[in-house]
């Protein structure tokens, strides 16, 4: 993981916050287009390598709009589920690694679309299914054994969930053709380098980053940074791409990194003043 520490401290700061926030948007402009203007998608948006290369270049970012539903019921219930999927995931690893967990994935679904086209000469339409898939693979190997409710009835962890849908990708992948093993493989290679063939991949599970920041906060000296966060005490000297703002709900001089500035409580007097004692009284 040094190479997306090396990356963070360079592009840290171009990352985009709240980065599942804009993908749900897009999900729903396209949920939109499916219903309103049929084959619009598949005419202009859809990545259809064949179009990439005579000069459609739109299609390498436009095709991510397709909604992972197109049932209007099922919509609201699936749009909710992922926002919560990829913010939980932000908080975890940080806005810059799940920005560059979600570029792969979209690099590695154009990469499959241009392999099946000039290599194996199949013109596949790739949607965002399995980049969903990707996402939600990455949150089951961060919080395992939270809990997923079937139908709203029944509770199933989220690594049992994981390894049920994983083995079908892994059977589909060895019992098909060509295609399928170029579409699995590749448009999950994202999760395959963060997590498979990364040793360290531990150290970026929730109770791993918390034990680490509760030893560096024990073990750090006066520090002497400008800005710390008052809810994690991130500093602008552990995370220097990371910007600081000063909530202006607080009372007080409350200062808060991006990840806590919308999320936190907010800080009032009252709730800091104790009543005072009459010492007069006990005399």
Not at 29 to 46: D, E, N, Q
Request: proline share 3%; net charge positive; aromatic share 20%.
């Amino acid at each position: 993981m040094r190479f997306f520490q090396k990356l963070e401290r360079k592009f840290g700061r171009y990352a985009i916050h709240n980065l599942m926030y804009y993908i749900i948007v897009l999900y729903l402009i396209g949920l939109g287009i499916v219903y309103l203007a049929p084959g619009f998608y598949t005419m202009y948006l859809s990545l259809d390598a064949a179009m990439i290369l005579r000069g459609q270049i739109w299609r390498i970012f436009t095709f991510i709009i397709y909604p992972p539903t197109t049932s209007l019921f099922f919509a609201v219930f699936v749009f909710l589920l992922y926002y919560s999927l990829g913010r939980s995931l932000e908080r975890v690893w940080g806005a810059f690694r799940f920005n560059v967990y979600i570029l792969m994935g979209i690099l590695f679904h154009v990469a499959a679309a241009l392999v099946l086209y000039l290599v194996f000469h199949e013109r596949v339409l790739l949607t965002t299914t399995y980049l969903n898939a990707s996402v939600f693979f990455a949150y089951a190997v961060s919080f395992p054994d939270d809990t997923f409710f079937i139908y709203f009835v029944l509770p199933v962890k989220a690594k049992w969930l994981a390894a049920f849908e994983g083995f079908f990708y892994v059977l589909m992948f060895f019992t098909g053709g060509v295609r399928t093993k170029v579409e699995i493989g590749m448009t999950m290679a994202n999760f395959l380098i963060f997590f498979l063939m990364t040793r360290n991949y531990r150290r970026i599970s929730p109770r791993e980053i918390k034990r680490r920041r509760d030893f560096q906060v024990q073990m750090r000296p006066v520090s002497r940074a400008r800005h710390t966060c008052a809810v994690c005490g991130r500093t602008d000297e552990d995370s220097p791409g990371m910007e600081f703002r000063y909530c202006s709900k607080c009372e007080g001089n409350y200062e808060y990194c991006m990840d806590h500035l919308y999320t936190h409580k907010h800080v009032k007097k009252s709730d800091l003043e104790q009543t005072p004692q009459n010492t007069d009284s006990q005399r």
